[in-house]
């Protein structure tokens, strides 16, 4: 029975946090701060995200580091997200290569 309560109000608070902006935000946003602070909300928790899980990936912290830059640098240049992927992935295999090759 309680694991049903605490769904419950799992699903309550996540609705609540949903729509309490859209109920009491009732005149349009002209503050430039606020509009590009949440104009950047979700790049920001897409890097959240992504980030702890890239340094995790790779058996050492150098190479997925190494992937990162490469990924970073390549999509700099505006090249396709398939060519950023697969530049970040070779770079990645290579670091992991020469460092199971040196040690």
Known sequence: M???LYILVMAGVTYLIRMLPLALATKEIKS???KSFLYYVPYACLAAMTFPAILG???YLISAIVGFLVAVLVAYWEKSLVVVALCACAAVFVCEQIIG???
């Open 2 to 4: 309680n694991i049903y």
């Open 32 to 34: 430039p701060f606020i």
């Open 57 to 59: 990936s790779t058996q």
């Open 101 to 103: 090759w040196v040690l």
